[in-house]
């Protein structure tokens, strides 16, 4: 248990549909992260917020919406996906302005699109 | 930019042998430096982290030793066991232009693969 949990563990979706994926830490801290997993590519960090302002956007296609109502919780909204979608959806959270501490990771989001 | 550079895998090796991951870095500043574990299904753990030079993270047998000036990080465990089978990924924090810090930079993994 790593103090952020993400929900669902496992989705499958169509291309046409719309879903959304939820983080939630109880960490205190103040940054959220969405990191993507795919097979045979290193980690890769889609979305930073810091105190509940997105502070960067890795060039990641507006199929993918991320939302941080407060600093507890992120949300990925997905819609109109392709399969090359499919990948391990991780979340963090770390302390962000103070210092360069670890991040602590949810146990992921295995989504596939079909 | 930042990056992480760590040998990639499969690393097999047989239980109570010694264990190197190497992994070497490039980051503007002095960056904080980690070790992450992912078991098959899981998420990442922290397996260990330095925030300075000649810091030497450590737990479950394994250690690290941030060095500046080759700027290496690499992963060492003595005896490895069939458990310690996962893939290990090294990592940086650095901080931005803007004085904050950033999400993690991670290299590519490197599986771990321990026979009884």
């Known amino acids: 248990e790593t103090g952020v949990t993400q929900t669902p563990r496992h989705l499958v979706m169509g291309m046409t549909n719309k879903k959304s994926l939820k983080c939630e830490q109880h960490l205190g801290h103040n940054a959220m992260y969405w990191y993507k997993q795919s097979a045979k590519k290193p980690l890769e960090l889609m979305f930073v917020y810091s105190l509940e302002e997105r502070v960067e956007n890795n060039s990641v296609p507006s199929r993918f919406s991320p939302e941080c109502p407060n600093s507890s919780h992120l949300f990925l909204h997905l819609h109109t996906l392709q399969p090359e979608d499919s990948a391990l959806y991780l979340c963090a959270s770390s302390q962000a302005f103070r210092g360069l501490g670890e991040a602590f990771f949810g146990q992921g989001t295995r989504l596939t699109v079909v | 930019g930042n990056s992480v550079t760590q040998m990639e895998g499969p690393v097999t090796l047989s239980e109570e042998a010694f264990l190197t991951i190497n992994c070497t870095y490039t980051?503007?500043?002095?960056?904080?430096l980690f070790w992450y574990v992912q078991y098959p299904g899981e998420g990442l753990q922290l397996l260990l982290k330095a925030t300075k030079a000649d810091d030497k993270g450590s737990n479950k047998g394994f250690e690290a030793t941030y060095r500046k000036e080759t700027t290496s990080f690499h992963l060492e465990k003595g005896s490895v066991q069939v458990s310690d089978s996962a893939v290990y990924f090294c990592?940086?924090?650095?901080?931005?232009?803007?004085?904050?810090?950033?999400?993690?930079?991670f290299g590519k993994g490197t599986h771990l693969i321990i026979q009884p």
């Open positions: 980051a503007t500043g002095y960056p904080s």
């Open positions: 990592a940086l924090r650095a901080l931005s232009a803007g004085g904050g810090a950033d999400g993690l930079t």
